[in-house]
């Protein structure tokens, strides 16, 4: 609640101040461009890396620093941040945060309508590069605020082929079985809003947006839907009562790839590279499969989901920033982390690399991507999927009240 009071308090905050003169000619959709660093002597900016980049950024904004010092003077300064922090931090308070960070397509929303984002004025030069949906992602009300910079949480399959074959792998329950044969499992993590969406995003029930930004409709209790809720929680309740199941964090899948004890998980991309290390030719990927829903084959859904490189709009050297910040984005970065930290790029260059083409974990997401929808969620929805899911993993079966105690944690306002 405390996290919901400050995004509301920063919101009315960042309302005041543009219509009383902080930034009073300062719309993001016209600043972009302006030139601010002639009279400077030295450009200073502060960068925001996830932990897990950290090393590898600070080596990027030294080469940067490097190309650009016959122009200008920089210095530039990384910080290792959490990245599912991040937007705390930023909404927190704004004025303070880095020049330049790594957004994920969650937080676009309450980023952009609090006014912390450069609008990117060259956006049909980052169209023609990146791939389109990445693009949709860091877009909002046709404004784009972001240059994509890789693939992240996007829900795939990856199975090892020595324990089970590509057409068991087609259904949910064909894969489950072949798991079990070989005295494996199949490994998912309920407590992630994404796992459960997975069961629920085709079945027509809604989970949606509202028009603030900030919370979310879902009818996922629904008793007179077509497929009715509790049919879906049923399904859940099978597949946790398989004996090919298993309810397992991300962080643990890979040393359960490693000493045996999985065949197969559905999880994010970057854990499903991180696997395909561990198994080498054995490893294989695919879309999510279909499950039985109500004596139906339904399919299984996902999030789509992205990152970028900001500006902050309230950086005294906004120019600098967007260059910089497309820089972090660029296609050498792209490609670089691709190689070094597994994040599956969206450059259009690097996607069509002969290295990328051969990677079955991207042809996985490009597969999976008609059954996905960009990520839109306001706050609450982690919490209430995360008490739900394992709720569900654990065996609990009174379904309704569970379902209603979901949709509930999923709408209720923030305060």
Same mark, same amino acid.
């Not at 122009?71 to 910080?79: D, F, P, Q, W, Y």
């Not at 000493?259 to 590279?273: C, L, N, P, Q, R």
């Not at 967007?322 to 296609?331: D, I, M, T, V």
């Given at each position: 609640m405390k996290a919901k009071r400050w995004m509301s308090v920063w919101l009315c905050a960042a309302l005041v101040m543009a219509l009383t003169g902080c930034g009073a000619n300062a719309d993001p959709a016209e600043e972009g461009?302006?030139?601010? =660093?002639?009279?400077?002597?030295?450009?200073?900016?502060?960068?925001?890396?996830?932990?897990?980049? !950290?090393?590898? =950024? *600070?080596?990027?904004?030294?080469?940067?620093?490097?190309?650009?010092?016959?122009?200008?003077?920089?210095?530039?300064?990384?910080?290792?941040?959490?990245?599912?922090?991040?937007?705390?931090?930023?909404?927190?308070?704004?004025?303070?945060?880095?020049?330049?960070? =790594?957004?994920?397509d969650s937080d676009l929303m309450v980023l952009a309508a609090g006014g912390a984002l *450069?609008?990117?004025?060259?956006?049909?030069?980052?169209?023609?590069?990146?791939?389109?949906?990445?693009?949709?992602?860091?877009?909002?009300?046709?404004?784009?605020?972001? !240059?994509?910079?890789?693939?992240?949480?996007?829900?795939?399959?990856?199975? %090892?082929?020595?324990?089970? @074959?590509?057409?068991?792998?087609?259904?949910?329950?064909? =894969?489950?079985?072949?798991?079990?044969?070989?005295?494996?499992?199949?490994?998912?993590?309920?407590?992630?809003?994404?796992?459960? !969406?997975?069961?629920? @995003?085709?079945?027509?029930?809604?989970?949606?947006? %509202?028009?603030?930004?900030?919370?979310?409709?879902?009818?996922? %209790?629904?008793?007179?839907?077509?497929?009715?809720?509790?049919?879906?929680?049923?399904?859940?309740?099978?597949?946790?009562?398989?004996? @090919?199941?298993? %309810?397992?964090?991300?962080?643990?899948?890979?040393?359960?790839?490693?000493?045996?004890?999985?065949?197969?998980?559905?999880?994010?991309?970057?854990?499903?590279?991180?696997?395909?290390?561990?198994?080498?030719?054995d490893f294989a990927a695919a879309k999510l499969p279909t499950y039985s829903c109500g004596g139906k084959k339904m399919a299984m859904s996902s999030f789509l989901g992205y990152r970028a490189v900001a500006a902050n709009y309230y950086s005294e050297n906004k120019e600098w920033a967007?260059?910089?910040?497309? !820089?972090?984005?660029?296609?050498e970065a792209q490609k670089t982390r691709y190689q070094e930290l597994n994040q599956l790029p969206v450059n259009t260059n690097v996607m069509n690399s002969e290295e990328a083409k051969k990677d079955p974990v991207i042809e996985a997401v490009s597969q999976q991507k008609s059954m996905g929808s960009l990520r839109r969620v306001g706050t609450g929805y982690e919490e209430a999927c995360a008490s739900f899911g394992t709720k569900m993993a654990g065996g609990e079966k009174d379904y309704q009240n569970l379902l209603d105690d979901l949709v509930k944690g999923i709408t209720t306002s923030a305060k």
């Open positions: 461009g302006a030139s601010q =660093t002639s009279a400077a002597k030295v450009v200073k900016l502060r960068v925001w890396a996830d932990k897990e980049e !950290y090393d590898l =950024t *600070t080596q990027l904004a030294d080469q940067f620093q490097k190309d650009n010092s016959g122009t200008v003077k920089l210095n530039i300064s990384v910080e290792p941040k959490e990245q599912d922090s991040l937007r705390t931090n930023v909404i927190k308070d704004v004025m303070a945060a880095a020049d330049v960070f =790594t957004i994920q *450069t609008q990117i004025q060259e956006s049909a030069k980052v169209q023609a590069s990146a791939d389109s949906d990445a693009v949709k992602a860091f877009t909002n009300k046709g404004k784009l605020y972001a !240059y994509p910079s890789g693939q992240e949480k996007s829900y795939v399959l990856f199975y %090892n082929k020595k324990q089970i @074959g590509d057409g068991q792998v087609k259904t949910l329950e064909g =894969t489950l079985k072949a798991a079990a044969a070989k005295g494996k499992k199949l490994a998912m993590d309920w407590s992630q809003g994404q796992s459960v !969406y997975s069961f629920f @995003g085709k079945t027509g029930l809604n989970l949606s947006l %509202n028009d603030d930004g900030t919370t979310n409709a879902c009818n996922w %209790n629904s008793i007179d839907h077509e497929i009715k809720g509790v049919t879906v929680a049923g399904a859940m309740g099978s597949i946790a009562g398989n004996k @090919g199941f298993a %309810n397992m964090k991300e962080a643990d899948m890979v040393a359960a790839a490693k000493s045996g004890k999985i065949a197969a998980g559905i999880a994010s991309v970057e854990t499903a590279e991180a696997v395909k290390k561990e198994w080498g030719d967007l260059k910089l910040a497309e !820089y972090l984005a660029g296609e």
